[in-house]
């Protein structure tokens, strides 16, 4: 497994020869990593000591078998409002495969789906629920040509009612070839939003995005770019829309020139806001955000920092504020989806690459675990 760190030599490597967005080595206490309440109280909930306050809390409720999803990263993964359970699809194997199955995740049960028609292969895909038109919406994602090549499309597919629909309009506007940028509904404004990513362009090198489209009635608008700030380039970023807050919220990833970052934007009717927080999680990527209903706030959890350490930590952000949990959780990971299961009133997370044992070895994983309050 490519480890991917602080001392990446290009993100090429990356893009032409799968390794993964993975981390090296769990993080350990010590200063500068988070601002706020230190890694040393992190690192003893984690380990098992008893949480400082009441509040929400971690579940394991499914470990690896025969009937959930294999090991896995990068998978996507969305809550099906119209249809009532959670779609994950895609993702990275252990042997160094793209997926392209489908699983539908309800009432705390794992259940795969054989739908007719299904995008190709793939991992890396922006994913999101699309109220307005009433279906999951997928974009692009890095699939495989023939040749076994891996390369980003820029292909739109639709899921309802157990199905994927083609949505690809070649005469229509879409955004360019990418694989993981953010994608989360806007509910205040009425369309899903599509921010930055990454594109491994033919000639071995990479295009960093920092535009923002938006999506609804099957189409496609790129938005100008705003004379006010908006976040640089950047892929792999947590981003979800904060619910109570009515905004969406992006948080850190990985720039061409920022490297690792820790910066906290919104976006509401159109436009970037860049919040300056005294208080917020250490610089990371790949980890994953998501707003959960049951408890009206957004949960940060995991991903991997400049040095390649794991975060194994849960944040929560709430009315402007990030706060910093003390609570035991999942292992350390990066490369996981974790999404709002409104059905069972719960957040859900899924596999990723990290720790799979209490000795340290990493691998791909397939526990899913439920946030709960």
Same mark, same amino acid.
């Given at each position: ?28 206490? $010590? ?32 470990? #690896? ?14 809550? !099906?409002?119209?249809?009532? =359970? ?19 995740? $309800?009432?705390?049960?794992?259940? *795969? %789906? ?6 190709? +292969? ?7 629920? !699309? ?15 023939? /040749? ?5 499309? /820029?292909?739109?597919?639709?899921? &309802? ?5 083609? %949505? ?9 070839? &990418? ?6 509904? !806007?509910?205040?404004?009425?369309? #899903? ?9 033919? /000639? ?13 009635? &099957? ?17 792999? #970023? ?7 807050? &009515? ?6 990833? =990985? ?19 860049? %919040?300056?927080? +005294? ?20 949960? %940060? ?9 794991? =975060? ?21 990971? !990066? ?6 299961? *409104? ?15 209490? =000795? ?14």
């Amino acid at each position: 497994m490519l480890a991917i760190s602080a001392l990446i030599v290009t993100i090429v490597t990356l893009l032409s020869s799968w390794g993964g967005i993975t981390g090296t080595h769990v993080n350990q206490p $010590q200063s500068g990593q988070v601002t706020g309440p230190n890694q040393l109280q992190l690192a003893r909930a984690s380990l098992g000591a008893t949480p400082s306050a009441a509040g929400p809390a971690w579940t394991q409720i499914t470990t #690896a078998t025969n009937s959930t999803p294999s090991p896995r990263d990068v998978a996507a993964m969305a809550y !099906d409002a119209s249809d009532g =359970y959670v779609v994950l699809f895609g993702g990275h194997n252990s042997a160094g495969h793209a997926l392209s199955d489908t699983w539908k995740f $309800q009432a705390g049960t794992w259940t *795969r %789906l054989h739908p007719a028609h299904s995008p190709p +292969a793939r991992w890396g895909v922006q994913m999101v629920y !699309d109220a307005k038109d009433g279906y999951v919406v997928s974009f692009g994602g890095q699939a495989v040509r023939f /040749n076994g090549y891996f390369y980003d499309s /820029n292909d739109t597919w639709a899921f &309802r009612g157990g199905n994927w629909t083609d %949505l690809t309009n070649s005469s229509a506007p879409t955004p360019g070839s &990418r694989s993981f940028g953010g994608f989360s509904y !806007d509910s205040a404004d009425g369309y #899903a939003v599509l921010y930055g990513g990454i594109y491994n362009l033919a /000639n071995g090198s990479t295009h960093w995005f920092s535009d923002t489209w938006t999506f609804s009635g &099957r189409n496609w608008t790129l938005l100008p770019v705003p004379a006010t700030a908006h976040p640089p380039a950047r892929y792999a #970023a947590m981003m979800t829309y904060d619910t109570s807050d &009515r905004h969406i919220l992006l948080f850190g990833g =990985y720039g061409p020139s920022q490297g690792v970052m820790s910066d906290t934007w919104t976006f509401h009717a159109g436009h970037w806001k860049n %919040l300056s927080l +005294a208080t917020h999680p250490g610089a990371r990527y790949a980890g994953s955000a998501t707003y959960d209903s049951n408890l009206s706030e957004v949960f %940060l959890f995991g991903g991997v920092d400049g040095s390649g350490g794991w =975060y194994y930590d849960t944040w929560s952000f709430h009315a402007g504020a990030w706060s910093l949990l003390t609570i035991s959780g999942p292992s350390a990971r !990066d490369t996981f989806p974790f999404v709002d299961d *409104r059905a069972d009133h719960c957040a859900v997370l899924f596999g990723g690459f990290g720790q799979i044992n209490v =000795y340290g070895s990493t691998g791909r994983l397939a526990d899913t675990w439920e946030v709960t309050g």
